[in-house]
């Protein structure tokens, strides 16, 4: 299963409903993280690169597709193009799924 789907509603319901928790005990909030670094958007995606588990495991599949460069400028675009500072920094806000269980 992908972990991605870790941030779909139906998705996380169903997960802890197939492990007997009811939906009732599953609050699902969408909330925002926000990624600071002091350098640019392609420094800050070197740190991902290389410390960065998720990113490191797909940017070494895709190296050995022959396909690393062609990711590495999906990624330095992305970062760029989300990257929300007026002052030269990184800012870039990411959204994702807060998921509260009572047991």
């Given amino acids: 299963m992908?972990?991605?789907l870790w941030g779909k509603d139906d998705e996380v319901r169903e997960?802890?409903?197939?492990?007997?928790?009811?939906?009732d005990a599953?609050?699902?909030d969408?909330?925002?993280?926000?990624?600071?670094?002091?350098?640019?958007?392609?420094?800050?995606?070197?740190?991902?690169?290389?410390?960065?588990g998720p990113t490191m495991n797909a940017y070494a599949?895709?190296?050995?597709?022959?396909?690393?460069?062609?990711?590495?400028?999906?990624?330095?675009?992305?970062?760029?193009?989300?990257?929300t500072s007026t002052t030269g920094g990184t800012v870039i806000p990411a959204t994702f799924l807060r998921v509260t269980v009572v047991v």
Wanted: aromatic share 14%; net charge negative; proline share 7%.
């Fill in 2 to 4: 992908s972990p991605l």
């Fill in 26 to 28: 599953i609050t699902c």
């Fill in 61 to 83: 599949t895709a190296q050995a597709d022959g396909k690393g460069d062609q990711l590495r400028s999906d990624l330095d675009e992305l970062f760029t193009s989300c990257n």
């Fill in 15 to 23: 997960r802890f409903g197939a492990a007997g928790i009811p939906s």
């Fill in 30 to 52: 969408p909330d925002t993280w926000t990624f600071r670094a002091p350098g640019t958007s392609g420094a800050f995606l070197d740190e991902f690169l290389h410390y960065y």
